[in-house]
């Protein structure tokens, strides 16, 4: 939005009426932050659907302007449509898989490189099974750890087939981390525990 404001030679932090602005994550605060908007509320549940709830008192037959993904989740301009609020929704971006990826380089990274796979979003998770084959996707959950930066992600990786997902607590990269050590740190407890009991 701010490339296009700055194409078409429109100042974003003069807009003539000063709207107020949210957003569903710090990460996109910290981008709109960048863009000189200030940013007046950040969901406290990092869902689309948790910052209807959280600003249905200010938003109710309001007129709101939201720029998004052309696969954004349907959740968010539902729940501000019932409130009701008057939604002017556009696609912003669109979310394009890569045209250059070897898949075989892929393949033998996840299959013999690496000890997690880390999704932040949808598309990245469509991307992979694109790449992959939703079996392959489905199969990674037994060699290696799944993990997802929040629930909108797990379900995603739920449509392939994965189960075994680890879903950080908030959508944030340290969270991811975080749910990670935990994961690991229980994988060799177990271990530890199990080679106890064989010596025992």
Same mark, same amino acid.
């Given at each position: 939005?701010?490339?296009?404001?700055?194409?078409?030679?429109?100042?974003?932090?003069?807009?003539?009426?000063?709207?107020?602005?949210?957003?569903?994550?710090?990460?996109?605060?910290?981008?709109?932050?960048?863009?000189?908007?200030?940013?007046?509320?950040?969901?406290?549940?990092?869902?689309?659907?948790?910052?209807?709830?959280?600003?249905?008192?200010?938003?109710?037959?309001?007129? +709101?302007?939201?720029?998004? &993904? #052309?696969? $954004?989740?349907?959740?968010? !301009?539902? %729940?501000?449509?019932? =409130?009701?609020?008057?939604?002017?929704?556009?696609?912003?971006?669109?979310?394009?898989?890569?045209?250059?990826?070897?898949?075989?380089?892929?393949?033998? +990274?996840?299959?013999?490189? &690496? #000890?997690? $796979?880390?999704?932040?979003? !949808?598309? %990245?998770?469509?991307? =992979?099974?694109?790449?992959?084959?939703?079996?392959?996707?489905?199969?990674?959950?037994?060699?290696?750890?799944?993990?997802?930066?929040?629930?909108?992600?797990?379900?995603?990786?739920?449509?392939?087939?994965?189960?075994?997902?680890?879903?950080? %607590?908030?959508?944030?990269?340290?969270?991811?981390?975080?749910?990670?050590?935990?994961?690991?740190?229980?994988?060799?407890?177990?271990?530890?525990?199990?080679?106890?009991?064989?010596?025992?």
């Amino acid at each position: 939005m701010a490339s296009r404001s700055a194409a078409l030679g429109l100042a974003l932090d003069q807009v003539g009426t000063n709207p107020r602005i949210a957003a569903v994550g710090p990460a996109t605060k910290d981008e709109a932050t960048r863009s000189i908007l200030h940013v007046d509320h950040v969901a406290k549940t990092h869902l689309g659907i948790a910052l209807a709830e959280e600003l249905t008192p200010q938003l109710r037959d309001k007129s +709101v302007f939201l720029p998004r &993904s #052309d696969r $954004a989740n349907p959740d968010l !301009p539902a %729940a501000l449509k019932q =409130l009701p609020a008057k939604v002017t929704e556009v696609v912003a971006y669109r979310t394009l898989p890569p045209s250059d990826v070897d898949r075989d380089f892929v393949t033998k +990274v996840l299959g013999h490189e &690496s #000890d997690a $796979a880390i999704f932040f979003s !949808p598309s %990245a998770v469509h991307n =992979l099974a694109g790449l992959l084959g939703k079996k392959a996707l489905a199969e990674l959950q037994d060699k290696i750890a799944i993990a997802a930066v929040g629930p909108v992600t797990s379900s995603a990786l739920r449509e392939y087939g994965v189960r075994q997902i680890v879903t950080a %607590a908030d959508t944030t990269a340290p969270a991811v981390i975080e749910a990670l050590e935990s994961h690991f740190a229980a994988m060799v407890a177990g271990q530890k525990r199990l080679a106890g009991a064989k010596h025992g």
